[in-house]
């Protein structure tokens, strides 16, 4: 009995977060030609030119809403292209792995309600439930996704995929070290990897126990080193359209392609979803879902909220791709290694402080903004670019 | 001339003070503008409902104009043809049948394909015969159909003059009122009024006095 739910649970978040995958598409396309003051695909409707489904849906166009499903089909239908030089067997595993890691990370991570104390009855919205090392399988699993990119890149034979996957190992190896240090400083305030008891740590304190209010640096690094892990736009030099073509993708075409996309779109899913689960508090939210709250339809309401926190910061995401410009390789190294690891290791450091002599946690709060401010007054102070030499002239 | 260490110059980048040093408020700045064009006005144009507005010396397909006997005006005279510079204006003159004029066009064919829509046809014209119109969305199934001949050019002087788009700019050397509104708006004097000559060459104020 416990299997068919589970399966049964497994067959619907599959569905939703690929049917989500193909609408954040739409969404990503909407949101980047609202800001450059353009209207975006607003033309395919759900009759697609045939003419019984065109008098159907009274040929209107339902804002652009049936673009998903027309590029899926295209996709689909599209030639499959396998260049005469690439490496065939590891060509058809890098997507794959894209798509099968990003969706396995899925599993653990919360998508509604889950049980409390207060409630510990409570069904739990989420495929694999209790797995007290939650948050590190996500990241353990996550970032193999870096072999699709990897693997795609040198498969693929040619000069520029490798450049992007090269570009790539060396991104994705830098920004597990601060994702991870991050997300240390949570595990220790609640006491546990497990996803489901830093939700319930979070929901149990109110609105003021959200990890946001004491590890607000935390929050911010994470969200920069998940960006990098996505390679979302101010760090997806990995594909870089101006300077490598594609990238690790060149040489991939028609559902190939798609599936490096279903990937890096589950992913900004998965790294929403545990942003708004580890610093904003889970499904909890003041009055309307709390953990006592039993009123009827309290389940859906929780999974509205946490959807709802996850939709912000996918948003969030999305606009933030307009408003940085790309990092050059060098700047994405030092933000890294000088900037990144270090304030994550100061910030541990407090926070062991504070858990040690049993301080308050609003300590925290004042510790991330000392560290914040205090980076940016050393920043002032040190050189920022290295000294430049001037060759001599040559007479 | 080879470069000398004098000809470098190196540009020092501006030092970033402590607000920019924290990089968080200038990112949030940013985002602001994102979301500020977020709920801008939009500039696309929504093309087959929404028509662009074309000034009307804008260079589209060509026509043949009509005198006030509803004849074609064209001599005949070659002038555009041989102005041409993409060869695509092909006449055959006959013996004028009125008695205003030597000869006619019997066949009069442009090849809208050919053409480079440069307009100079146009300013040959020794008898404002020939007019490029803003009609731009021509469009055809096979390269044939894109040859226009005597007929087609007329019937394209009869729609675009029903229609208002493109009255007749010239009438025998004179200005037509089409010719006030080849001056926009923003460049007339301060009364703004069309038609007065603003922009005429015999007009020998400068550009301040004019109010442009």
Redo the contacts between chains.
């Keep these: 009995m416990a299997i068919l739910i589970t399966f049964i649970v497994i067959v619907c978040v599959m569905a939703a977060i690929l049917g989500i995958d193909a609408y954040l598409i739409l969404l990503e396309r909407k949101t980047a030609a609202w800001v450059q003051d353009r209207h975006g695909p607003n033309r395919v409707g759900f009759d697609f030119g045939i003419p019984f489904l065109k008098r159907l849906t009274g040929g209107f166009h339902f804002w652009g809403l049936g673009q998903p499903l027309a590029d899926g089909l295209k996709f689909f239908l599209k030639e499959q292209v396998v260049p005469d030089h690439v490496d065939k067997v590891l060509y058809f595993v890098a997507p794959s792995i894209a798509v099968i890691t990003t969706l396995l990370a899925f599993a653990v991570v919360p998508f509604g309600s889950t049980p409390t104390p207060a409630n510990p009855d409570a069904f739990p919205f989420v495929i694999a439930p209790n797995v007290d090392i939650g948050i590190v399988f996500v990241f353990a699993v996550g970032s193999l996704a870096v072999y699709a990119v990897i693997l795609g890149g040198w498969a693929s034979n040619n000069k520029y995929s490798l450049l992007g996957a090269l570009r790539s190992s060396a991104q994705i190896v830098s920004y597990e070290i601060p994702l991870g240090l991050s997300v240390l400083v949570v595990a220790m305030l609640s006491g546990s990897l497990n996803l489901e008891r830093i939700i319930a740590h979070q929901a149990m304190g109110g609105l003021f126990a959200w990890n946001i209010w004491f590890q607000p640096l935390a929050w911010l690094i994470f969200l920069a080193a998940a960006m990098a892990e996505s390679n979302r736009l101010p760090f997806d030099l990995p594909e870089c359209e101006q300077e490598l073509i594609g990238g690790f993708h060149t040489e991939y075409s028609a559902m190939k392609f798609a599936m490096f996309f279903l990937g890096e779109y589950t992913h900004v899913i998965t790294v929403s979803f545990l942003t708004a689960i580890l610093f904003f508090g889970g499904w909890h939210f003041p009055f309307i879902a709390e953990p006592t709250s039993s009123y009827p339809g309290a389940a859906v309401v929780k999974l509205l909220v946490l959807f709802g926190k996850a939709v912000f910061f996918i948003f969030l995401i999305m606009i933030l791709r307009w408003t940085l410009p790309r990092f050059r390789f060098d700047q994405l190294m030092s933000l890294a290694w000088k900037v990144l690891i270090p304030l994550c290791l100061l910030n541990l450091v407090c926070a062991m402080f504070v858990k040690h002599w049993s301080l308050s946690p609003w300590w925290l709060l004042a510790t991330s903004i000392a560290l914040f401010v205090g980076a940016g007054t050393l920043g002032t102070l040190l050189p920022s670019t290295p000294r430049k030499r001037v060759r001599p002239a040559v007479s | 001339m080879p470069m000398?260490?004098k000809d470098?110059r190196?540009v020092k980048?501006p030092?970033?003070?402590?607000?920019e040093?924290?990089?968080?408020p200038a990112?949030v700045q940013?985002?602001g503008?994102?979301?500020s064009?977020?709920f801008?006005?939009?500039?696309?144009q929504?093309f087959p409902e929404e028509r662009p507005r074309l000034p009307p010396n804008y260079r589209g397909v060509h026509r043949l104009n009509r005198d006030e006997q509803n004849r074609v005006k064209c001599v005949a005279c070659y002038l555009c043809s041989t102005a041409c510079p993409a060869h695509c204006i092909d006449i055959v003159a006959a013996p004028s049948p009125w008695p205003d004029r030597e000869k006619y066009p019997e066949s009069f064919v442009i090849d809208e394909l050919r053409c480079i829509y440069c307009g100079m046809c146009e300013e040959a014209c020794p008898v404002d015969a020939i007019e490029l119109t803003t009609l731009f969305d021509l469009t055809g199934l096979t390269r044939r159909e894109m040859l226009f001949d005597k007929e087609k050019l007329l019937s394209v002087f009869d729609e675009t003059v029903k229609a208002g788009t493109d009255p007749v700019r010239t009438h025998r050397g004179r200005l037509g009122p089409a010719s006030d509104t080849l001056v926009p708006p923003a460049r007339l004097g301060p009364s703004g009024a069309v038609g007065t000559n603003a922009s005429h060459p015999s007009d020998n104020r400068t550009l301040k006095e004019r109010g442009v």
């Design positions: 000398t260490e470098v190196w980048e030092r970033m003070g402590f607000w040093k924290l990089y968080v990112v940013g985002l503008t994102t979301l064009h977020l801008g006005p939009r500039v696309t929504q």
